[in-house]
């Protein structure tokens, strides 16, 4: 990791937003921390995002003529390996990949009236152990980490330990000692979330079973076929010797997902219907994934980013940050960060963005709950998702505000691909889902004048939430009003991080009262113009066309 020079500010005495702040300064090197806190995650479809080979578009005869939006398109591992490469995830300031599931999906495709559907998502698992062809090999994947952490950005998977796909004409149900097939879940109380089956035809892993069971023959004849049996089993024996679990179901599936950590070098995951596991199966999961990455780091020396852990983060469908550290189920409340999470994905931001009159209202609402109840912990915000019907711009009429409440906002930000470049979510012939999961709109941002503006605000937004800390991890404090001004402080140990940030500013000249942050004298740059000024009276002058200012110290 690079060090750098960083100006700290220590005997500082502040008696108000308008009065001089009276600092000694001194240079100090440190190490740029890494905080999850404070990162950026780009959420993708692997298989709608880039077609970086042709060739493994069509696989397991799945030819079938599909609903809207509902086969495989064509995107896989190694296109996204491409965009990483030209930079684009650089360019936003991306600190990590979340890709859906790339484990091999049901050969056969459903059909529930509105067309066939394949598991092109990701969601429906044939077997664990495998990486389906459409999305690459792996060989693709050890090349993707590998380019990934070159650039400084962490590899993220998705995982799926509730069910297994639906059965089709060419994918058998797992054995009743696997699986269960029914009863469907009715959601009113903590049972029937966790002991039922989300949807008809979509066999629900028995989680709850301590009881040895049999591989399925399925998976055995396929392991067979492909000459991998005898390794498969060795492992298999290993791993159980190992942990003493018993070979239940669940310990099957947690060996098969945290091998892709100690082969990969993958960095987190991305847990998958939370609520409807039990809680204590994340927290084996946890475990295990924590052993692998130590496992990797051992083995990987020189690929080892930092001494950052193992990052996973859960979907429990409704959780909001108002609920602090619990989920509700009405007859049980579960602690999921005393359960293996360190982060939980926030679906609140959303409404939160909409409902609340301000940015202030927003920004500060977030910041005084993750520096005070969430404070050991982290939230996951977005404004648009693969499954949610609501997304907070549907019609993508705000793109720049969207940018600017997300990447601003305190907690760990979550962008959707797409988001950055107004990617339409509403697609006419789909259904469902289908409508938010179109092809990523890479010919818009060559022709189209208006989405490369809107991509360039989300760059600028990007980099600088990268490059400091303190907007993601900070305290946060408004200094006026009207033109609304803030800044964000950040400190540990020899690192310290500060910035101010002006919203809905006038364009042309700006005065800009810094005096709670910078010194007299100092220069500073705005990082979305980039224009440069020097703190005169504790004020500096920018002068740009924008109607927002970045301003940092300038190095």
Known sequence: MKKVIVILFVLTFVFSCTQKKKTETIFVSYEKPFLWKSASIYFLLTDRFNNGDTSNDVNFDRTKETGKLRGFEGGDIKGITQKIEEGYFTDLGINAIWMTPIVEQIHGGTDEGTGVTYGYHGYWTKDWTALDPNFGTKEDLHQLVKTAHKKGIRIILDAVINHTGPTTALDEVWSKEWVRTEPNCNYKDYKSFVTCTLVENLPDI????NENVELPKQLVEKWKKEGRYEQEIAEL??????????????????????????????DGYRADTVKHIEESVWKEFKEECDYSFKLWKKNNPTKVIDTTDFYLVGEVYGYGIDSGKYYNFSDKKVDYFNNGFQSLINFEFKWNAKQLGSYEEL?????????????????????????????????????????????????????????????????????????????????????????????????????????????????????????????RTYSKGEYKDEVVIGLDFPKGEKEINVRVVFNDGEKIIDAYSGKEAKVNNGKVIIDSEFDIVLLEIKN
């Open 206 to 209: 028995k989680t709850e079973s």
């Open 237 to 266: 024996d290993a791993f159980f010797k190992r942990t003493n679990y018993p070979r239940a179901s669940r310990y099957y599936i947690i060996k098969w997902l945290t091998d892709y950590i100690k082969e990969f070098g993958i």
């Open 363 to 487: 920004f500060v609402k977030y910041a005084t709950i993750l520096q005070g109840e969430l404070k050991e912990y982290e939230i996951l915000n977005y404004l648009t998702s693969h499954d949610d019907g609501q997304p907070f711009d549907p019609k993508r009429e705000k793109p720049f505000e969207t940018a600017t409440k997300l990447l601003l906002a305190s907690g760990t930000s979550q962008i959707y691909y797409g988001d950055e470049t107004a990617r339409n979510l509403i697609i006419e012939g789909t259904n469902g889902d289908a409508t938010l999961r179109s092809n990523m709109n890479w010919s818009e941002i060559k022709t189209n004048k208006q989405t490369q503006k809107i991509l360039e605000h989300w760059q600028k937004l990007g980099q600088f939430r990268k490059n400091h800390i303190a907007i993601g991890a900070g305290k946060h404090q408004m200094i006026i009003e009207k033109p609304y001004t803030f800044y």
